[in-house]
């Protein structure tokens, strides 16, 4: 079993002290490249189709230069992430990630680049499919778990905590820890409580089941069949 967090700070920490995963930030290299060729091509003959004008052979050759960076970029990214997947799921019965809301992260734009960059969505859809090929299970935590609030060692809860700091200090038992791998082992720890209680688990990635009341006044979550 290992607790896996996901992070953007590291593409991933785990609970058993297996190293951390390095946010391999193949876009963010890619980034400055892409942006001197793009000035390239603007400052070439390109198509325009009010005017009807063909693009030169010169913009044809820098657009298809800078096509090849994005395509290389996103080879990098998917080998990287399958990698990292297959190991975890030979390596492990049971994966426990969080149910990060990626939809509702991407919609944050300071937020967007590097999540869509590290795949966090793509990450557990792999675990998801992998660990169902080599027989074990991958547990999504509920999305509302404070796996990072929480203190690995007394289970106290911490009502706040910025992101900007990185390591998790317990107030009730001064438990110092880098706050990541807190989360992870976190993670961990929520399975084995829930295995020994038993009871079914949700194997379904989208276990976003908030208690919300059955009159149909859910809050914000509540969304409209449309
Ligand atoms: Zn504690």
Not at 113 to 119: E, F, N, S
């Amino acid at each position: 079993m290992i607790g896996v967090d996901l992070g953007i700070k590291h593409l991933a920490v785990f609970s058993d002290g297996r190293p951390t995963a390095e946010n391999p930030k193949h876009y963010d290299t890619a980034r400055r490249k892409l942006g001197r060729l793009s000035r390239t091509i603007a400052r070439r003959l390109g198509p325009d189709r009010r005017t009807g004008q063909q693009p030169s052979k010169r913009w044809q050759r820098a657009d298809a230069a800078r096509n090849r960076v994005h395509y290389r970029t996103a080879n990098l990214r998917r080998d990287a992430l399958h990698k990292l997947t297959t190991s975890l799921a030979r390596e492990y019965g049971t994966i426990v990630v969080e149910d990060l809301n990626v939809s509702g992260m991407l919609r944050n734009r300071r937020l967007a680049r590097v999540v869509a960059d590290a795949g966090f969505g793509e990450i557990r859809r792999q675990l998801a499919y992998k660990t169902r090929w080599n027989g074990g299970t991958l547990e999504v935590a509920d999305r509302w778990f404070p796996s990072s609030k929480t203190c690995s060692g007394c289970q106290a809860v911490t009502p706040k905590l910025p992101l900007r700091i990185r390591m998790y200090v317990c107030d009730h038992c001064g438990l110092v820890l880098d706050r990541d791998e807190n989360a992870a082992l976190n993670l961990a720890a929520l399975v084995k409580r829930h295995v020994a209680g038993s009871g079914p688990e949700t194997e379904n990635g989208r276990g976003a089941d908030r208690k919300t009341p059955s009159c149909g006044a859910g809050g914000i979550e509540a969304s409209t069949p449309h």
